[in-house]
Each structure stands twice: as C-alpha cells, then as structure tokens.
T-cell receptor, first 115, second 113 residues
C-alpha cells in the first residue's frame, strides 16, 4: 500500500495566488521529509529538507520566503508556494524516510500550473 | 552534483532481462546504492538498495562490483510496464543524520514489444 499521500495531485491557479501542498506519511512517523521540484524532461531537484519541530533546511538557490515549509507533526509536512508566478509551474514531489539506511518513499507528486 | 553516471537511454525487448549499469567510482565505504524508477507523471518508486553484497527482491536484482565502483540493476523479465526512467543514487550510511538524495539524469529504459 501507499507509504506517502500527497495532495492535491493537480492545481491550476492564477498568478499571485498562494498554493499549499500537503505530504502525509502513512506508515510511520517521519521526523524528516524532503521536497523536490521537477521541470519537464529534467531530473528531480531537491528543494529543502523538512524537519519536524524545527526550521526547514533549504538548498542553495531556493528562496525560503517563497517556498514556506511547515512540519508541525510527525506525519505531515506542507509546502506553500507564496505569490505563485508562471515560472513556479512545475511538478512538486515530497518524500519521507524512516531514517537510518531506510530508503525514501515518494508521493505521487503535485502538478502546479500557474496561469 | 550527483555521484553517479548512467547511460542516457536503453532499449530492451519484452521478456528479456534488462541490465541497467551505474558508475559510482567515487563511492565511499559508508555509502549505500539506491535504485528508483519514475514512470511518467508519477513520483519515483523505490526498487532496491545495497551496500556491498548483491541483493534481490521481488522487483529486481542489484549486482555491486567487488570494488563497489559500479553496479547493475537487473530486471529479469522486462515488461512494457517497466518502461520508465531509472535512477541510481548513492547516499551515506544511516545514523542520526538526515542524508539527502542527489538525483542524476537517470537512464530512460524503453521496453519494446
């Protein structure tokens, strides 16, 4: 069965809107979740590491004020794309891990289209 | 930067074994090799991982060379549904830290009828 639930699967909205994406760990408590972005015909690019109860760690070049991450519980992390613009249109994917050597398990992704 | 290199694309006949190579010549002794695949418009699916011994599960086999500088993912009987992009990732061994994945460009496998 699914390990990760990501919602919504698709969003289409107007420029300037803020969009929230949820990532839920279904099988275990996840102190760490990851957020990725993928543009067409490209590989996944890590945006940030979401840490339960503390601030997220952002990769170089990712604006933390633009992409707000909240990891308020051991099973839920949210990514909010604030004041979205067409260039933010992309495929956003989260992952969870039980830690140690265990693999990351990925959600089905959210396709964001900003008009 | 990703620590792995893979061929850009490969074709495989349906029913035959698909052998996907991955070079990780700078791998450290404490790094695992993980394999995932991504079917169009979906999140990556975990396949298998290993440290130095060969591994097998219901999906695939992972063969790691003795010097650990390369590995091969084997899909024993490829089907059309195995058409996907396959990613090989190296990541430090577990512990209390949170170790991130750096994805390379992967191999686009096309299974032909």
């Amino acid at each position: 069965g699914a390990v990760v639930s990501q919602h919504p699967s698709r969003v289409i909205c107007k420029s300037g809107t803020s969009v929230k994406i949820e990532c839920r760990s279904l099988d275990f408590q996840a102190t760490t979740m990851f957020w990725y972005r993928q543009f067409p015909k490209q590989s996944l690019m890590l945006m940030a590491t979401s840490n339960e109860g503390s601030k997220a760690t952002y990769e170089q070049g990712v604006e933390k004020d633009k992409f707000l991450i909240n990891h308020a519980s051991l099973t839920l992390s949210t990514l909010t794309v604030t004041s979205a613009h067409p260039e933010d249109s992309s495929f956003y994917i989260c992952s969870v891990t039980a830690g140690g050597n265990q693999p990351q398990h990925f959600g089905d992704g959210t396709r964001l289209s900003i008009l | 930067d990703a620590k792995t290199t893979q061929p850009t694309s490969m074709d495989c006949a349906e029913g035959r074994a698909a052998n996907l190579p991955c070079n990780h010549s700078t791998i450290s002794g404490n790094e695992y090799v993980y394999w995932y695949r991504q079917i169009h418009s979906q999140g990556p699916q975990y396949i298998i991982h290993g440290l130095k011994n060969n591994e097998t599960n219901e999906m695939a086999s992972l063969i790691i060379t003795e010097d650990r500088k390369s590995s091969t993912l084997i899909l024993p009987h490829a089907t059309l549904r195995d058409t996907a992009v396959y990613y090989c990732i190296v990541r430090p061994r577990g512990g209390s830290g949170t170790y991130k994945y750096i994805f390379g460009t992967g191999t686009r496998l096309k299974v032909l009828a």
